[in-house]
């Protein structure tokens, strides 16, 4: 299934859906912090996509920020340079 | 005290904070000792892998590695978060399974220093690890304050029974591990027929009106079965059925207000560990009133909001008695 979906997504055989561009939001965050980071992606997608149902979710964000079960800033793991030399070399190695 | 090797993932830290207070608190009672996987990172959670493969498995395997070196003679790495234990799973798994993938994964691996020989850990789940390491007769044992009367609907969500590679669950479309669980803390469980449906997953996030009707359809059935409480092992499911139920009555014209808490907060208090230690409260559809049912009290901390900030400038606006203290 993960095969399919990501053939679907390099030869952009999608349309009308959100999907792909959340995917890759999630991954540049764990990319770029080790760890990931909902606030941030759930702003901007929903900023991106979905702006009007923004009203309709702020109690909810509102209660997982007064809950802590959301951190406004992202949690940086201390070997993130380890981390991006390993996924840089992934990358290379990536055949499809 | 047996000694395990610990990955949290993400979620334990934020959205299911509740899951590791509450773990953290049934540990010692059960006689586990878990070392957390120093500077582990993300696994990837449900998107990564969609994504790309090598990449994807090097993120995964950077875990393995980790832990691997820390091991020092363990061999159990556990996972309590159903996406964090697939993952990490699957990445064991098709190292092994196809050497190529291993190779390449090891490749990256090198250049941050790192190595992971596939089959070196054995993945488990926490409530494998209950289970089946720590056992039901212990479990048993230590319930002090039985929950009698509580009607429990046991959610496992679709990542921990399948794809099973090591063959750990009793059944992969109806395993019954969660429920034995619930029963040995005296509670009564209902034989919930969607006990490892989908909630969605980040489809809330995607698509959300598929996401709605997949949560609704588990909440009704719990409803119609007449729960008190959800239980589940996956924050993923937790906080798609606790945060999203609030909008999917709001979609659906529905009144639901059924708590999803997990299994480890239950044991907490069958184990007569105090609920505030345990993460109550932090639910957004509180628990509150199902388990006052059974005579036990737990905090609900009501959601507050900020304070508006007060400006020093701006138009005149008119006063009302008692407004002078407030004006700087």
Known sequence: MYTLKSMAIQDKAYKDSTAPDFSQTFVDMVENYGRSYEFGLATRHYLKHFPLRLPSMAPMGLGMLSKKRMDITPKHIEGIDQLKAILSRAKELEVV | ?328
């Open chain 2, 1 to 328: 005290m047996s000694k395990y090797l610990f990955y949290p993932g993400c979620a334990m830290q934020t959205s299911a904070r509740a899951y590791n207070e509450s773990m953290q608190e049934v540990l010692g009672p059960l006689g586990l000792n878990f070392e957390e996987v120093r500077d582990w990172n993300c696994c990837g959670a449900t998107e990564y892998l969609g994504i790309s493969t090598v990449p994807a498995y090097a993120l995964i395997s950077r875990n393995l590695a980790l832990a691997s070196r820390q091991s020092n003679g363990v061999k159990t790495l556990v996972a309590s978060c159903s996406a964090c234990y697939l993952n990490l799973s699957k990445a064991d798994h098709y190292m092994a399974e196809r050497p190529s993938l291993g190779q390449m994964v090891n490749v990256a691996l090198a250049e941050g220093g790192l190595e992971y020989t596939p089959g070196t850990l054995e993945i488990r789940h926490l409530l494998d690890i209950v289970i089946n390491e720590v056992g039901l007769d212990v479990v048993k044992e230590r319930v002090t304050h039985p929950l009698k009367g509580l009607r429990v609907a046991p959610y496992l969500g679709c990542m921990v029974p399948r794809p099973d590679y090591e063959k750990r669950w009793s059944d992969y479309e109806y395993p019954d591990e969660l429920d034995r669980l619930l029963k040995a803390l005296g509670a009564e469980v209902i034989d919930f027929p969607l006990k490892t449906h989908c909630c969605g997953g980040h489809m809330a996030q995607i698509s959300p009106t598929t996401a709605f009707e997949l949560i609704r359809r588990l909440i009704s059935s719990a409803d119609n079965y007449k729960a008190d409480v959800m239980v589940t092992v996956c924050p993923m499911c937790q906080m798609n059925l606790d945060a999203y139920q609030n909008e999917t009555n709001h979609y659906f014209h529905t009144n639901y207000k059924m708590p999803v808490l997990f299994f480890t907060q239950l044991m907490g208090l069958a184990f007569g560990i105090d609920a505030k230690k345990l993460g109550f409260g932090r639910e957004l559809v509180s628990a509150k009133e199902a388990m006052s049912r059974i005579g036990i009290e737990v905090p609900q901390e009501e959601p507050k909001t900020p304070a508006r900030r007060k400006k020093t400038t701006g138009l005149p606006m008119p006063k009302m008695p008692g407004d002078e203290e407030e004006t700087q």
